[in-house]
């Protein structure tokens, strides 16, 4: 089964890179951009069949090692 | 004093920081990653690098590595930690300093000089350094040092500022802040102050015609509050 995971920075977190990119698409003609914030999106195969156990152990993985909750939310996709 | 150096893949001050620890008297060795057990230590260091390449976060994988469990327990029985630069990075993803560091503000990788100025001289990195400030060299592109109001507060409340970055002087201001940190935050403690991360390199100050001796006054120091 694939679970998808996406990480986004919190709000109040600076995030440079999402300045520059949205910088840059100022500078190339895209006028009506807000704010870009850049975040992490992964696809995870696993062997569990069960999808509440499978999203579980995805929930302790982000907890634990794929996001750092001091400065990140993370949010997993139901698997289709 | 017998000090430990923990080697990760991409870890590249692993060696120097061998030297700096056998020039001023400690007995150093290296422990591979890999490992389980830590020698018997008065001293582990967390080296500068780009443990797993920086992957996901910095610090995030070798912050899992089989080493850090027993360098956790060692931390929390009380033993001395100390991490700098990526070791720094690799301390606050463990958890065992508070806070993250993110990149720097300006997405420039910084490499030079700085002056930094010890807040806290009540532990046993910073008792007695006959001085206010000090020279160290920084080369880092994730420094700038975050963390959540209510984590500053108690970092505050419990005096957990080791150094900030400042002028030659100890003025401590944003022009003299390279990388974005809150408060111009170089280095912070645990809450008991004997776990260290910072992001300069003393080790990289240890030589008269070669840098400077900022660095030798540290480690002398250091070796002296340990023994």
Sequence with gaps: MKISVIITLKKDV????????????????????????????????TKETDNDKAKAKVEEMCKKLLANLVIENYKIIDPK | MKSS??????????????????????????????????PKSDLVVLPGGFSYGDYLRCGSMASKSKIMQSVINFANSGGM?????????????????????????????????????????????????????????????????????????????????????????GKIEDQFNPNGSIKNIAGIFNKEKNVLGMMPHPERMIDKSLSGEDGSLFFINLINNLK
Excluded at chain 2, 21 to 31: A, P, Q, T
Excluded at chain 2, 126 to 134: G, Q, T, W
Aim: glycine share 8%.
């Design chain 2, 81 to 169: 930690v100390m991490g700098i630069c990526n070791g720094f990075q690799i301390l606050v993803e463990t958890g065992l300093v508070p806070g993250v560091l993110l990149r720097n503000k300006y997405l420039e990788f910084i490499c030079k000089n700085v002056f930094v100025k010890i807040n806290d001289k009540k532990n046993k990195y910073f008792k007695n350094v006959n001085s206010e400030v000090l020279e160290f060299h920084i080369a880092h592109n994730e420094g700038n040092y975050f963390c959540t109001n209510d984590q500053l507060k108690e970092i505050e409340d419990n005096n957990q500022i080791a150094i900030n970055y400042c002028d030659e002087n």
């Design chain 1, 14 to 45: 600076l995030d440079p890179q999402g300045k520059i990119i949205h910088q840059t698409l100022d500078g190339m003609g895209f006028n009506d951009v807000n704010e870009v914030r850049q975040g992490k999106y992964f696809e995870i195969d």
């Design chain 2, 5 to 38: 150096v923990i080697t990760f893949p991409g870890s590249n001050c692993d060696r120097d920081m061998d030297v700096a620890l056998k020039k001023f008297g400690f007995k150093n060795k290296m422990v591979w990653h890999a490992d389980a057990e830590l």
